[in-house]
């Protein structure tokens, strides 16, 4: 990029951040937050600012849980767009990719870019991008070109998608970058598909491994563009939600979660009220299916004498044939 080009962009920020736009553009607003609440100058030539190793060690330890979860999908995603001059980043909570994929005919590019492990680009200290703004809008966004606050970041296409954990929190964000000038509007539409669907995968990942030993529920989005996830428990209490099921069931995504029954959330308020003996059926018959109806193998495996059980199954008109 040429200097006029460089004189132009800066320009054209501090132009629409003199507008008073910001209430109508979520660009300008990140433009607005990156000049007068960071203090970033547009026209700013300072390279990224990057972790040191023992620093990036520790902000990976810190994301174990984020990077074990997104390691295969990145993989995936990366063999999907890393032939067309992307490269795929992982960045923790606070906007520092802890993991990449590239191809290694770009890294040297990528690098220079700071699209990297251990570069910092929260909005603090790049002004808009993808990572950085995602972090703080917390949403699936684009960051385009000439939308970027920097100047020297306006040869980057950036798409990113918010990852939330196991308890409904921004846990990182998923990004594909590009330094492509002939990326088009249908290309771009498909990049914005992927990440949406990768982070999407990943914090189902991250949820199956927070409750392991708990059934795991989907439920359907009302937008019919993916559901979330429900952990439900050997007592049909649900135990855990992911923040799409939360938005989908109209629970409170900001708060930590209350176990609550499984027939109350899913079913509807009236569903609280079945009978203990509706209860207890459905133990007897379970037992029964698990011991393949040997009368004997369910009463030890529920902990009562083969008499009691054969009254039990008598009083609810179950049999054992």
Known sequence: MNKRELVRHAAQVEAAIA?????????????????????????????PLRLTDAELA???EAAAPLLQAARPVMDRLHQAVGATGCCVLLAAEHGVPVDRRGAAADDATFAS????????????????????TCLVEKRPLTIDRDQHFFTRNTLLSCTASPIYDQDAKLAGVLDISSCRADRTEGFADLITLAVSEAARRIEAEM????????????????????????????????IGATRAARVALGL???????????????????????????????VLQRALLRAQGN???????????RATLHRKLKRFGLNTH
């Open 19 to 47: 507008s008073g736009h910001a209430a109508k553009s979520a660009v300008v607003a990140s433009w607005c937050r990156s000049s007068r609440f960071h203090q970033l100058d547009p026209a700013g030539n300072r390279p």
């Open 58 to 60: 520790r902000a990976r």
């Open 113 to 132: 870019w700071g699209l990297w492990t251990g570069a910092i680009w929260s909005e603090e200290y790049e002004g808009t991008n993808g990572i950085g």
């Open 207 to 238: 949820f199956k491994a927070a409750f392991s030993k708990a059934r795991i529920v989907l439920v359907p989005a009302p937008d019919g563009q993916g559901g979330g996830l429900l952990a439900v428990d050997a007592d049909d209490l649900v």
């Open 252 to 282: 409170a995504s900001d708060r930590a979660f209350q176990p609550m029954p499984a027939a109350d959330l899913l079913c509807g308020p009236g569903a609280g009220l079945e009978q203990l003996g509706d209860v207890e059926r459905g």
């Open 295 to 305: 009368v004997s193998a369910a009463a030890k495996a529920l902990g009562v004498s």
